[in-house]
């Protein structure tokens, strides 16, 4: 199949909200069929990373916190930004897990890399599976976090997949992905 790259033009840009977690941008484009969209809002992230991480004794580490964008308790991945000093994405992810769930080592490889929203979202999501993690420190939670930790088998995890009970999309996406590859061994 052969396709024809075709880049917008940014005509100007301007910035509107500028913090470390989040910026908004306003541009001004011009598409290559010539059509004008004079306010595109680019919002610009840093990447972050999830894990599916699974225990020696083949339970996934689960984290459960307050949602309030949607106001419930969720079921999610252990998930994070990755921050500037960390050297690649595996380091926050490695970062992420033992600060939030007390869980590290084991064999790490990146799953797979997606979008939230290639459409107006400057960042990936890097996610990770990490097979053989043990538990070897304590949580340390950062003050803005508030979650509990879950160790669940296989089948649980596809419940809540199939339930709707894992609704955060860049979790629910490697977490089928595991799943479908795991039918295909079978």
Not at 19 to 35: K, S
Not at 107 to 121: F, G, K, L, R
């Amino acid at each position: 199949m052969e396709t024809k790259d075709e880049a917008w033009q940014v005509v100007s840009s301007k910035y509107l909200f500028r913090r470390p977690w989040l910026t908004v941008r306003c541009d001004d484009m011009l598409l290559p069929n010539g059509n004008h969209i004079p306010e595109y809002y680019i919002l610009e992230y840093p990447d972050w990373v999830n894990t599916i991480a699974i225990t020696r004794e083949e339970k996934f580490v689960f984290v459960r916190q307050f949602r309030p964008g949607i106001g419930k308790q969720l079921y999610e991945l252990c998930a994070g930004v990755c921050e500037k000093e960390d050297a690649s994405p595996l380091v926050s992810a490695q970062r992420e897990l033992l600060e939030e769930t007390g869980y590290g080592n084991g064999n790490w490889q990146e799953y797979m890399v997606i979008s939230a929203n290639p459409s107006t979202h400057t960042n990936l999501t890097h996610c990770f599976l990490a097979t053989d993690v043990e538990r070897v420190d304590i949580q340390h939670l950062e003050d803005t976090e508030s979650l509990t930790v879950h160790l669940l088998t296989f089948e649980e995890v596809q419940e809540l997949l199939k339930s709707n009970q894992i609704i955060q999309a860049l979790h629910a996406a490697p977490l089928w992905k595991y799943v479908a590859e795991q039918k295909q061994m079978k």
